[in-house]
């Protein structure tokens, strides 16, 4: 009968004091009267034990390989461990050298979509209305689309001219990526990109328009000039073109 390999521990010279590492039980081809029940795992190896089950020291197939490459394997995934953790709380609590704290701070990009970071801008139609009202300034209200090409050139030149963001900073501001129920911001269709002025008074401009008849709300981006010379008009309640 073949004794299967298992894992046992075995006193060196049969003595209680110094043990040797695990091992597996190799096949005894003695062992048939005193052979271990399969799947049994040995832990007492006196003499007495060991002559009951035949079994000899020499018998034995030590496993020093195995053990050594488990515990290697598991101090690497440890170290492993430690080096994520200590990266994790180092980048949470590091602070760049030389980094400079923004004195104003940076609105959700939600909001401005891109048209100006550093600009106010109000969420919804309605907001934007009450806070036109109560603060008396005007409205200035950006229809556009993310996938429309047109809108995204007039939305980079509308970002990066430093006196347009000058000038845009006198208004409430609200750019739209869908259309409202109110008809008075589509009195000529529903295209993108256009640009609507309304007065504190809750009254769109219809006195200042592009240079497209067909479009009078639409701008681009070689509309620069324009758009500097009709922001400031439409900055004062009632004033029209000259």
């Known amino acids: 009968m073949v004794v299967s390999r298992k894992k046992?521990?075995?006193?060196?010279?049969?003595?209680?004091?110094?043990?040797y590492p695990q091992a597996i039980l190799s096949s005894h081809p003695d062992a048939q009267e005193h052979t271990a029940p399969r799947d049994f795992v040995f832990h007492d190896f006196s003499p007495h034990s060991m002559h009951r089950f035949g079994l000899k020291a020499?018998?034995?197939y030590?496993?020093?390989?195995?053990?050594t490459f488990a515990m290697e394997k598991i101090s690497v995934s440890a170290f492993l461990l430690l080096?994520?953790?200590?990266?994790?709380l180092a980048k949470d609590t590091t602070v760049k050298a030389g980094a400079k704290k923004d004195s104003k701070p940076k609105l959700p990009q939600t909001l401005s979509?891109?048209?100006?970071?550093?600009?106010?801008?109000?969420?919804?139609?309605?907001?934007a209305l009450y806070k036109s009202k109560t603060s008396n300034r005007p409205l200035?209200?950006?229809?556009?689309?993310?996938?429309?090409?047109?809108?995204?050139?007039?939305?980079k030149v509308f970002a990066e001219n430093k006196e347009i963001q000058k000038l845009a900073d006198?208004?409430?501001?609200?750019?739209?990526?869908?259309?409202?129920?109110?008809?008075?911001?589509?009195?000529?269709?529903?295209?993108?990109?256009?640009?609507?002025?309304v007065d504190p008074s809750l009254t769109v401009r219809a006195d200042i328009t592009g240079r497209y008849s067909n479009r009078l709300y639409a701008y681009e981006p070689s509309d620069t000039a324009l758009c500097k010379s009709e922001i400031p008009i439409a900055v004062v309640p009632g004033r029209g073109p000259d």
Not at 117 to 125: E, R, S, V
């Open 113 to 127: 979509r891109g048209w100006g970071d550093q600009l106010i801008w109000t969420q919804t139609y309605e907001e």
């Open 8 to 19: 046992v521990d075995i006193l060196s010279d049969y003595s209680q004091e110094q043990a």
């Open 83 to 88: 080096v994520a953790l200590s990266y994790t």
């Open 140 to 155: 200035m209200i950006i229809h556009h689309l993310d996938e429309c090409p047109h809108s995204q050139a007039l939305k």
């Open 170 to 197: 006198q208004f409430v501001l609200l750019n739209l990526v869908y259309e409202t129920t109110d008809k008075h911001l589509s009195p000529d269709g529903q295209y993108v990109p256009r640009i609507l002025f």
């Open 58 to 60: 020499t018998d034995c």
């Open 62 to 67: 030590l496993a020093e390989d195995s053990l």
